[in-house]
C-alpha cells in the first residue's frame, strides 16, 4: 500500500478555517474507508472522522458540526474541512485507509491560536 500524503495544514487563529487534502495513489485508497486523525502533544491519537467509499460520513462528537469529510474518488484524495477551529483543535492531524496494517502519512501540523 502507499504512504498517504497530508497538506493544508497551518496557524490560524480561533473562528477560522483550513482545509486539509490526503492524497494517494492506488486503487487500496480510492474503495475503502478513509479516516482523518488527530495527536496533540502527549494525548493518543483519534479518530475525528471518516468517509467510505459510498460517502458515508461519520465524526467525533468533538468535531461534529464543524468538520465536514469528503472525498474526490477520481482525484484519489480526501478532504477535511474544519471551520470554528478552536484551541483544542491543535493536532498533527493524519489520514489512513481504516485497514489493518495500513500506513500512516507524515501529518499536518494545524495550530490555532486562542
Known amino acids: 500500500q502507499v504512504q498517504p500524503v497530508e497538506s493544508g495544514g497551518g496557524l490560524v487563529q480561533a473562528g477560522g478555517s483550513l482545509r486539509l487534502s490526503c492524497a494517494a495513489s492506488?486503487?487500496?485508497?480510492?474503495?475503502?474507508?478513509i479516516g482523518w486523525y488527530r495527536q496533540a502533544p502527549g494525548k493518543q491519537r483519534e479518530l475525528v472522522a471518516s468517509i467510505t467509499r459510498g460517502r458515508t460520513t461519520n465524526y467525533a462528537d468533538s468535531v461534529k458540526g464543524r468538520f465536514t469529510i469528503s472525498r474526490d474518488n477520481a482525484k484519489n484524495t480526501v478532504y477535511l474541512q474544519m471551520n470554528n477551529l478552536k484551541p483544542e483543535d491543535t493536532a498533527v492531524y493524519y489520514c489512513r485507509v481504516l485497514l489493518s496494517g495500513a500506513p500512516w502519512g507524515q501529518g499536518t501540523q494545524v495550530t490555532v491560536s486562542s
Open positions: 492506488g486503487s487500496t485508497f480510492s474503495k475503502n474507508t
